[in-house]
């Protein structure tokens, strides 16, 4: 008889919340670190899982979570920026360079319609030593008093660092012939 009928069909993408998924719990909202508490100049892993918030699987289509933090707008700490993933789980490594007290990590999807947060705290940097590294020439002398032939200016270099031995830097020392 030749008659045929069609019917259009809307697939609304599912509604997606960025947490932590451990088994069958999921916690909303929430960004899962390695550590809590860094040193200065630590580093923790963030991770975020995607998921569908109608029955709260991993989402395993391609999505993009952006990282950031208070001390990554500063510049006091770098964070893995855009992290693509099809796997439902997304990660970024967390690098405290001068940030200290309390930070937030945030990971946004869907320009910042969902988030999720995590929360940690930077040591303060302890100051470990100040050490003699090179002088640029060796030896000089004193000016109208010694030997002409030797120069009456020497380049000294001197590296502060930290309790762990890692060096510092911007910090402003003060030099003062004795």
Do not use: H, M, W
Not at 126 to 135: D, N, P, Q, R, V
Not at 149 to 155: D, F, K, N, P, Q
Request: aromatic residues 4%; glycine residues 8%.
């Amino acid at each position: 008889d030749g008659q045929t009928a069609s019917i259009d069909v809307t697939v609304a993408p599912p509604v997606l919340t960025l947490g932590t998924l451990n088994g069958l719990q999921f916690t909303r909202g929430e960004i899962d670190l390695t550590t809590a508490n860094l040193s200065a100049g630590g580093e923790a892993t963030a991770t975020v899982n995607i998921v569908k918030e109608i029955d709260n699987s991993l989402y395993t289509r391609l999505e993009t979570v952006n990282f950031t933090s208070n001390c990554v707008t500063q510049g006091l700490a770098s964070i893995t920026a855009n992290v693509s993933t099809d796997t439902g789980i997304a990660q970024a490594l967390y690098v405290a360079d001068g940030c200290e007290g309390s930070d937030t990590i945030t990971a946004v999807i869907n320009d910042g319609e969902v988030t999720a947060i995590g929360n940690l705290i930077v040591a303060p940097l302890e100051f470990g030593a100040l050490a003699f590294t090179e002088a640029d020439p060796t030896s000089i002398g004193l000016k109208n008093i010694s030997n002409p032939a030797l120069g009456t200016v020497s380049e000294v270099r001197f590296e502060l660092t930290d309790k762990t031995k890692n060096p510092i830097k911007g910090e402003r020392i003060s030099f003062t012939l004795a």
